[in-house]
Structure formats: structure tokens, C-alpha cells
Nanobody, 126 residues
């Protein structure tokens, strides 16, 4: 059974950094595409970044809103995917989710992912 657990959220000042973790169990990360999404109050869930399977070269994809500030990475030994978030802005405040599915090439559409974590809150405020 695919299971995802996010951690690493919290309160950070504008311009600060956080690293989110998504620990996976029940499957091997290399064979699944993993994505990070977020949802702010009153807004739709937004795809931020994703990581394709090893077979697809582990390519990454970023939304325009986070490109250059966020970095997705994977530690196969820990079966964990990370989202390093730098230069955080108040508009980055949201609940952040990781998602996984058996996709060769990752995409940033939530309908493509069947397994989701419970989410972790990120608040950017002074």
C-alpha cells in the first residue's frame, strides 16, 4: 500500500527557507513520479514541482510561481523526496502536499496522482 507522510512545515519569515520531506512507504520511489502541490485557503490546489521516474531520467518540472526558488530532490536510500524552498514569500503560505503515482513522466495535474500525504502547513509571515 502506497503511503506518504510530509514533514518540515512551520512558520518562517519572508526571505527565509524551509525544507519539506515526503517519506514514502509501500513502493520504490524510482518507479513512481512524485509531485508537490499546495493549497491556500480559498484557492485551488496548485502543482509546484514534480520528479519523474528513474526510467525517464528523473527529470524535474517546476511551476512558474516557484521556478528558481524551489528545488525537488530524492534520496533513494531513505525513500524520501524533498522540496527545498528558498526566498519564501507570504504568498507561499499554504498547506503543502506530496503525491505519487505510477507515471513514467511526471505532470503537475492533481488528477494524475492517486496517492497523497496528509499535508504540512507552511506559513510565511513576519
Amino acid at each position: 500500500q502506497v503511503h506518504l507522510v510530509e514533514s518540515g512545515g512551520g512558520l518562517v519569515q519572508p526571505g527565509g527557507s524551509l525544507r519539506l520531506s515526503c517519506e514514502a512507504s509501500g513502493f520504490i520511489l524510482d518507479y513512481y513520479s512524485i509531485a508537490w502541490f499546495r493549497q491556500a485557503p480559498g484557492k485551488e490546489r496548485e502543482g509546484l514541482s514534480c520528479l519523474s521516474t528513474y526510467t525517464y531520467g528523473g527529470s524535474t518540472l517546476y511551476s512558474d510561481s516557484v521556478k528558481g526558488r524551489f528545488t525537488i530532490s530524492r534520496d533513494n536510500a531513505k525513500n524520501t523526496v524533498y522540496l527545498q524552498m528558498n526566498s519564501l514569500k507570504p504568498e507561499d503560505t499554504a498547506v503543502y502536499y506530496c503525491a505519487a503515482d505510477y507515471l513514467l513522466q511526471c505532470r503537475l495535474h492533481e488528477v494524475d496522482y492517486s496517492a497523497w500525504g496528509q499535508g504540512t502547513q507552511v506559513t510565511v509571515s513576519s
